[in-house]
């Protein structure tokens, strides 16, 4: 999704920063109002209101439209209206498909929820699949060591039985003690539930060493805990209930915020990059990248169906400029 209005140029009003007056801003006003009593998120807010300021401030700097045509009052204007906007955003300002096809859902936002016309019929743009988002390898290092680095044992085997896993973060939570059978050189951990299954997936994963390791020092501390002796839950919280998928959501995060791997940019600026499904796609990926058969991997992230880990098959953005500097000659 693109940026808000203050980031997004294709957000601002108008082709030439066209300042709303008179009916623009009466229009736009109204539908700040209407937002403010909305359900929607703040952040949603403030992009449906920037992206529907600058549709406003388009036909405020009178395309050419037709003299019979009526962008917000009747469906046939409505139409006519977004989608030559659609085009001025592709042609004209250059914006990429997940830009436009933010603007489209905002118009349908405005147009469906706010004027009552209905939704726009605009086609949305293409967006070229890419491979789910997963750590590149020496973002994997620092995530190792800033979760071996952890203070806590519990969240460091947290950490480290996600990664290699890549059991979903509901599984983890799941796990009791008889689920995790450990010796001194094996290991494994027995899921008996699996997302989307009637009557859950039974499977079993082999440990890495490092995973093993980690469990082996949150199991030698897990007694001391309160209420470590009356429950099976493998994860205690710090009342000694089971500790829940939030919390293992929050340790993750500030695993990744402790080793740097934050966003750059955008609205989620500072923030985390790594959370569970992350380190689930990284395991996936690095499986298929060693030459792992796909029918194994589906076997150990539980999908019932083989042609569901295909999309770790697709390339990154990464992988495509890493194929291109390996691949072609230079003159240097």
Not at 2 to 27: H, I, K
Not at 216 to 226: G, I, S
Not at 273 to 282: A, E, G, I, K, Q
């Amino acid at each position: 999704m693109s940026a808000d209005a203050d980031t997004d140029p294709a957000a601002r009003p108008g082709p030439a920063g066209t300042a709303l007056t008179g009916r623009w801003a009466q229009v736009l006003g109204d539908y700040r109002t209407a937002l403010a009593r909305a359900d929607l998120s703040e952040h949603a807010r403030r992009g449906y209101a920037g992206r529907v300021a600058g549709f406003l401030g388009w036909l405020a700097a009178g395309p050419d439209l037709g003299a019979e045509i009526e962008p917000l009052a009747d469906p046939h204007g409505r139409d006519f209206a977004v989608r030559d906007y659609r085009a001025w955003l592709k042609t004209e300002q250059r914006a990429k498909p997940a830009t436009i096809n933010a603007h489209l859902t905002a118009l349908d936002h405005f147009y469906g929820s706010h004027l009552r016309l209905g939704r726009p019929a605009a086609k949305r743009e293409r967006i070229p699949e890419a491979a789910p988002q997963a750590l590149e390898e020496t973002d994997q290092r620092r995530y190792l060591r800033a979760a071996q680095k952890c203070a806590s044992p519990r969240n460091t085997a947290i950490a480290l039985l996600l990664l290699y896993t890549g059991l979903r973060v509901e599984e983890l939570q799941d796990l009791d003690l008889d689920d995790v059978p450990i010796s001194a050189r094996r290991g494994k951990v027995v899921v008996r539930a699996g997302k989307g299954e009637v009557g859950g997936t039974y499977r079993e994963v082999p440990l890495h060493r490092a995973a093993r390791e980690a469990l082996r020092a949150w199991l030698d501390e897990r007694p001391a805990h309160r209420g470590g002796q009356d429950t099976n839950a493998l994860f205690l919280n710090r009342l000694g209930g089971r500790l829940l998928v939030r919390s293992m959501r929050t340790v993750v995060s500030d695993i990744g915020l402790a080793a740097g791997l934050v966003h750059d940019s955008g609205p989620d600026a500072g923030t985390s990059r790594v959370h569970p499904h992350t380190l689930r796609h990284t395991m996936a990926t690095q499986l298929l990248r060693n030459g792992i058969d796909i029918v194994t991997v589906a076997d150990i992230l539980g999908h019932a169906r083989v042609d569901t880990v295909r999309i770790y098959t697709r390339s990154s953005e990464t992988d495509r400029a890493r194929a291109i500097e390996r691949t072609l000659v230079s003159d240097e």
